[in-house]
């Protein structure tokens, strides 16, 4: 499911907020390919990494991080080897 779907759990004033499409990217790991949501902000002091738990993926817990995107962080979600878009 896509990021967007799951901003439907998100109460309603937070739905409005959590909009911010992720920058896509990729990072060679191992012999993983790993999939990189982000919200970059190349000045902020604050670097939070998101990761989900088991039977998780970084599109589930994106509407969370772009809440706090939106306070001028610096945001990645990873999709952690074998789970969403990591291969």
């Known amino acids: 499911m896509a990021w967007s779907a799951y901003r439907e759990f998100l109460a309603p004033v937070r739905q409005r ?5 992720p920058v896509r990217s990729r ?16 000045t902020s002091p604050v670097r939070i990494v998101v990761v989900h738990g088991a039977g998780a993926h970084s599109e ?28």
Request: proline share 6%; net charge negative; glycine share 4%.
């Open 17 to 21: 907020v959590a909009v911010l499409e």
């Open 27 to 42: 990072w060679q790991w191992r012999d993983h390919t790993v999939q990189l949501l982000r919200a970059p902000h190349d």
């Open 60 to 87: 589930a817990l994106w509407p969370l991080a772009a809440l706090l995107a939106g306070r001028d962080y610096d945001i990645t979600a990873v999709d952690l080897p074998l789970y969403g878009d990591t291969y």
